[in-house]
T-cell receptor, first 112, second 118 residues
Framework: KQEVTQIPAALSVPEGENLVLNCSFT??????LQWFRQDPGKGLTSLLL?????REQTSGRLNASLDKSSGRSTLYIAASQPGDSATYLC???????????FGSGTQLTVLP | GAVVSQHPSRVICKSGTSVKIECRSL??????MFWYRQFPKKSLMLMAT?????????EQGVEKDKFLINHASLTLSTLTVTSAHPEDSSFYIC??????????????FGPGTRLTVL
């Protein structure tokens, strides 16, 4: 059974800092990995999706990397802003199970 | 882009009553929808996979008689929490697969429904 772990559980940084969120998973036979953003009491916003054959994806100030062999992914946020404050979730899609498995998230607070 | 809606966004009910939550794909037909449950500061847990025209597939530990799922059309799936109790209070999120998208395994998520059972 796939297990997805996110470290740290919470992170507080001053505005302007670059930061890295970590995600690890136990079953490397993933089809893809996705990073989501969740604001309090809201649904999920997809940020980046990395296919199993890819090493990284970039969107604006966000860069996600994937190392399947080691079961790890990172989400890099450059020049953080208070508007980036949210919970960030990573999720893996296993082709065999055809379902998403989510980590418990990292709650990010960017202080002005 | 693909849009998924949920209704209601919030519901408060008395213990023992049943509550129905709707999940709609607004601009695409979804043969498969998923229902998740999220506890405070916890991850999303898959409850069941809903396929149009057939019975839902429930994850281990999820009571199918407690959480009734109906996927009667290609744009609508409903989750009914029967005889709700305070421990059923949670955030329920649905998602839908868009078979017409470039990535057929991409799930589009609804905004969630906050259920509070008194």
């Amino acid at each position: 059974k796939q297990e997805v772990t996110q470290i740290p559980a919470a992170l507080s940084v001053p505005e302007g800092e670059n930061l890295v969120l970590n995600c690890s998973f136990t079953d490397s036979a993933i089809y893809n990995l996705q990073w989501f953003r969740q604001d309090p009491g809201k649904g999920l916003t997809s940020l980046l999706l990395i296919q199993s054959s890819q090493r990284e994806q970039t969107s604006g100030r966000l860069n996600a990397s994937l190392d399947k062999s080691s079961g790890r992914s990172t989400l890099y946020i450059a020049a953080s802003q208070p508007g980036d404050s949210a919970t960030y979730l990573c999720a893996t899609f296993l082709g065999s199970a055809r379902q998403l498995t989510f980590g418990s998230g990292t709650q990010l607070t960017v202080l002005p | 882009g693909a849009v998924v809606s949920q209704h209601p966004s919030r519901v408060i009910c008395k213990s023992g009553t049943s509550v129905k939550i709707e999940c709609r794909s607004l601009d695409f037909q979804a043969t498969t929808m998923f229902w998740y449950r999220q506890f405070p500061k916890k991850s999303l847990m898959l409850m069941a996979t809903s396929n149009e025209g057939s019975k839902a597939t429930y994850e281990q530990g999820v009571e199918k008689d407690k959480f009734l799922i109906n996927h009667a059309s290609l744009t609508l799936s409903t989750l009914t929490v029967t005889s709700a109790h305070p421990e059923d209070s949670s955030f329920y999120i649905c998602s839908a697969l868009n078979p017409g998208s470039a990535s057929t395994d991409t799930q589009y998520f609804g905004p969630g429904t906050r259920l509070t059972v008194l």
